[in-house]
């Protein structure tokens, strides 16, 4: 999982209640995303990091917030879950020099 | 090739046959290339990459071709093991961002039968 942790792992939780998930890096690369995965969609682009504090939006970034206070963390806040946000959520890495992205082993997420 | 609903493609393969799994990409103008792994449970894992320059690249056990004519791409696995079952799905890096914007297809499931 080329030294990148997700926790929790799993985690059920209740539509309305804030849920921040985090991944954690040990090999200091400078960018980290977090994807969602879907049935029918694939891996889907939730938000990613450049470099601590730096970060943007990917293509389905409402009702999700990050933040990057390290480099070797990068959180994953849902402000107000919703049964639509139930999912498989994994972290990854880029290296400034590559073009490859390893992943996480992943959080399943559900929200009842 | 992929699917764009529910249903993935399937291959079932013999163990010790080959195996060929492939992607078609949509963007003509992508010149870097990546398959993935991913077993039941477990986040994606490379397995090997390919730029727009290259027609074959080899690994071990594995060889990706591309044809740039067709968008097409395919994984190759020889002597397949039931270890190999999995979900692959290939990526596509469309160029033109900073932050390495990888597209991915949904996957074709392989299982292999002892």
Redesign the interface.
Known sequence: ?AGITQSPRHKVTETGTPVTLRCHQTENHR?MYWYRQD?????R?IH?S?GVKDT?KGEVSDGYSVSRSKTEDFLLTLESATSSQTSVY?CAI?AIMG????????TRLLVL | GES???HLPTLSVQEGDNSIINCAYSNSASD?F?W?KQES??????II?IRSNMDKRQGQRVTVLLNKTVKHLSLQIAATQPGDSAVY?C?E?EGGT?????T????TILTVHP
């Open positions: 999982d960018y049935p029918g969609h694939g891996l682009l990613y450049y943007d994994f880029r073009e490859t992205q390893y992943f996480g082993p992943g | 764009v609903g529910l870097y990546i993935y449970g477990k986040g994606p894992q490379f990459d799905f990526a890096n900073s932050y390495g914007k990888l991915f297809g949904q996957g």
